[in-house]
């Protein structure tokens, strides 16, 4: 089987990932140079399903579980670190640790003291904290660089244009290009930045809480941290606003002072494709596959989205998911599409309807 991803971001590499496994002869067409254009390069690379939770439906913790397995098997040792996910807020506004807290599952209160034994740079500066032991992150470049290279490897051409006509198979991973493709798809807008300091070491990503501008800093090593994000109704993918980057810096700053003397590196903004639900679709229309939606879950759903792309190529009617079994209990290995699918999968009928 011969088929084009279009897009390279990480649903585009993840797929090509899954279909080369399965034999098939895959060409990527991506028309930006490098990552540049690609949501993915500026991700948090947090694979965080139990604090995503929080906002996100059940099927967003069931589908991302299995994740950091799944990148651990793609990636060089080392790459994805298992560190957990400590989340902190300072003591007035610990209503929203509680509230957080209702939300989610898979984490444990902890006190100061172990506060400090698990991140030496916070001693003292919180009273309590959740920590979720079996979260993990990566750093998205390396994994997109590695994934494209592991491909490049095995055969698979990347190129601006391609001829269409010559694959059995398209799978649309093009993002928040879709918009106004796709029907339902909107982009929400994610600015971040780096900071570099020699006076902090964090050991796994933090999220502090605030009513207003929640932040998360994710440690890239070496005295780098991506500093996270925005969410902004839009699909601009324009610089950051000044009013965002002063906002971003004062939580920063309310996580730990030093980060008042940090290097600000980089800044950038990336577009999230989403629909309404805020969970993605797999939707095939003849000989096309489009995954989209991945909103803020990119490097944690398109591990599973890949696989089910890849069982949907090889046989339209029956699908194996290598991934725990999100169906209800009881089905066997091969289940009917429809039903083993918690995401919305949509059948050729239902995306005629679906995409414009
Ligand atoms: C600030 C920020 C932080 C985030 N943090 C996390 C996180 O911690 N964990 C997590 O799991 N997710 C996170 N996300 C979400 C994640 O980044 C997105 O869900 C993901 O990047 C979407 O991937 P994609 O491949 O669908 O789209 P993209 O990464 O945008 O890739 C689409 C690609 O298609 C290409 N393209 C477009 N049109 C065409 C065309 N016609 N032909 C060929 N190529 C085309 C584009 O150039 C691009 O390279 C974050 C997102 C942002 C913005």
Redesign the pocket.
């Known amino acids: 089987m011969r088929v084009l991803i279009?897009?390279?971001?990480?649903?585009?590499?993840t797929a090509a990932r899954a279909l080369v496994a399965r034999g098939a002869e895959v060409d990527v067409?991506?028309?930006?140079s490098g990552?540049?254009?690609?949501?993915?390069?500026?991700?948090?690379?947090?694979?965080?399903p139990w604090c995503e939770r929080e906002s996100a439906e059940e099927a967003v913790l069931i589908r991302g579980t299995g994740?950091a397995d799944w990148w651990e098997a793609a990636l060089p040792a080392g790459s994805v670190h298992r560190n957990g996910t400590l989340v902190v807020a300072p003591p007035r506004d610990s209503a929203e640790l509680r509230r957080f807290a209702s939300r989610t599952s898979g984490f444990r209160w902890i006190g100061a003291e172990e506060i400090e034994a698990l991140e030496p740079a916070l001693a003292g500066r919180f009273r309590e904290a959740l920590f979720f032991p079996e979260e993990a992150?990566l750093d998205?470049r390396l994994a997109l660089s590695t994934l494209r290279q592991g491909l490049e490897a095995q055969g698979v051409v990347f190129s601006?244009v391609m001829d269409e006509g010559r694959f059995d198979l398209t799978v649309d991973?093009?993002?928040?290009?879709?918009i106004g493709e796709i029907k339902g798809l909107r982009g929400?807008?994610?600015?971040?930045l780096y900071l570099h300091t020699g006076e902090v070491t964090l050991s796994r990503p933090v999220r502090l809480l605030h009513p207003r501008i929640p932040l998360?800093i994710?440690p890239r090593g070496g005295g780098l941290f991506m500093c996270?994000?925005?969410m902004i109704e839009s699909d601009d993918a324009g610089p950051i606003t000044a009013r965002s980057l002063m906002e971003l810096l004062n939580a920063a700053y309310a996580l730990h002072p030093s980060f008042a003397e940090a290097r600000l590196v980089e800044t950038?903004?990336?577009?999230?494709?989403a629909f309404a639900d805020n969970l993605p679709r797999v939707i095939r229309r003849e000989n096309t596959i489009a995954?989209?939606g991945?909103?803020?879950?990119?490097?944690?759903?398109?591990p599973a989205l890949a696989e089910e792309v890849a069982a949907l190529a090889f046989d339209d009617r029956l699908y194996e998911s290598p991934l725990p079994n999100p169906s209800p209990p009881g089905g066997g290995a091969k289940q009917p599409l429809r039903s083993s699918a918690t995401f919305r999968l949509a059948s050729d009928e239902k995306a005629h309807g679906e995409a414009k």
Do not use: D, K, Q
């Not at 279009?6 to 590499?13: I, N, P, S, T, W």
């Not at 067409?29 to 930006?32: C, L, T, V, W, Y």
């Not at 950038?268 to 494709?273: D, I, K, L, M, N």
């Open positions: 279009r897009g390279a971001g990480v649903a585009g590499l067409s991506e028309h930006a990552f540049a254009g690609a949501a993915s390069w500026y991700a948090g690379g947090m694979l965080a994740a992150h998205p601006g991973c093009t993002g928040a290009a879709g929400v807008r994610g600015e971040m998360y994710v996270g994000a925005t950038g903004t990336g577009v999230r494709p995954v989209n991945l909103y803020r879950h990119g490097f944690l759903l398109s």
